[in-house]
């Protein structure tokens, strides 16, 4: 099963960036799609970016214009860039596989520890 491993957490004032890192296993990175999730305290899990195979991109509106999914598939690993960072982006990151561009809730990877973004005002 694929694994992953989230990095690049912090804690960020408000306006600032981060780069988190998805670093997988396996050597079939370049045959599904990626995602990064994040989970807020009480809240659902939901979906913040996703990159497909070929690298077409989508995003959550509360996150457009200020995030960026990218991969590099040579180094099985996948980013996202954030700027103008909001306290509501407060939350736990984390990033798996799916099958298809056009359906980020069926993951088939396992779920990692995560990354933890905390943005102060």
């Known amino acids: 099963q694929v694994r992953f491993v989230e990095s690049g957490g912090g804690l960020v004032q408000s306006g600032g960036s981060l780069r988190l890192s998805c670093a997988a296993s396996?050597?079939?990175?370049?045959?599904?799609?990626m995602g990064w999730y994040r989970q807020a305290p009480g809240k659902q899990r939901e979906l913040v970016a996703g990159?497909?195979?070929?690298?077409?991109?989508k995003y959550a509106d509360s996150v457009k214009g200020r995030f960026s999914i990218s991969r590099d598939n040579a180094k099985n690993t996948a980013y996202l860039q954030m700027n103008s960072l909001k306290p509501e982006d407060t939350a736990v990151y984390y990033c798996?596989?799916?099958?298809?561009?056009?359906?980020?809730?069926?993951?088939?990877?396992?779920w990692g520890q995560g990354t933890q973004v905390t943005v102060s005002s």
């Open positions: 798996n596989a799916a099958r298809y561009h056009s359906d980020y809730d069926s993951v088939f990877g396992s």
């Open positions: 396996g050597s079939i990175f370049n045959t599904y799609a």
């Open positions: 990159i497909s195979r070929a690298g077409t991109t």
